[in-house]
């Protein structure tokens, strides 16, 4: 049996070769919307793997979209931002579920991008992440038929998240807005 870890990634990667031919331009215009649209303020990536009872979730934003901006906390007002932010992350209903009971395993949140966390990473300039992920055991993770997202209402700057999911059945994506955070998954 595949661990989740592998369905996300065989995920991320069937994802990636349906959008390699878009990649592959020789015009250095179309290479630099490419990257741009990779990063698009408003918009932000959420992936969930279901493999038996286990779901893993992973999010992935914009710094701006979480805190209000994309370099290192510089200020107390920007420390307290990013803490509430990451408090926000870590809520327990941030995702809720049909079908079947799933209960929050283990959380992991990445703002090293935007303040420090103990430990040295690569300091880039420009462009920053956010990103989350989350290990959910479910019940009866077959029965699983939808999640509902509360992100946006949690971080009103994400506008658009764009959602895939893989289950042992199908796989799927389609894009969620404020007014429709529900993701069917069967």
Not at 90 to 95: I, K, M, W, Y
Not at 114 to 138: F, K, L, M, P, T
């Amino acid at each position: 049996m595949l661990k989740p870890y592998c369905l996300i990634v065989a995920l991320l990667v069937s994802s990636m070769l349906i959008a390699a031919p878009q990649l592959h331009s020789n015009n250095s215009d179309k290479q630099s919307e490419s990257a741009q649209q990779s990063h698009l303020h408003g918009t932000a990536q959420l992936t969930l793997a279901l493999e038996g009872n286990a779901l893993e979730i992973s999010f992935e934003s914009p710094a701006a979209n979480i805190v209000g901006f994309e370099h290192k906390a510089t200020d107390e007002k920007q420390i307290k931002v990013v803490k509430q932010a990451k408090q926000k992350l870590q809520a327990a209903d941030l995702f809720s579920f049909s079908g079947s009971d799933c209960s929050l395993k283990k959380t992991e949140i990445d703002m090293s991008s935007v303040i420090e966390e103990g430990h040295q990473h690569n300091d880039r300039e420009g462009h920053s992440e956010i990103s989350a992920n989350y290990r959910y055991e479910c019940s009866t993770g077959e029965k699983l038929e939808t999640v509902s997202v509360n992100l946006m209402s949690r971080f009103p700057a994400v506008k658009t998240l764009e959602v895939r999911w893989l289950t042992y059945r199908q796989q799927g994506a389609t894009k969620l807005k404020a007014q429709s955070h529900l993701i069917r998954i069967r």
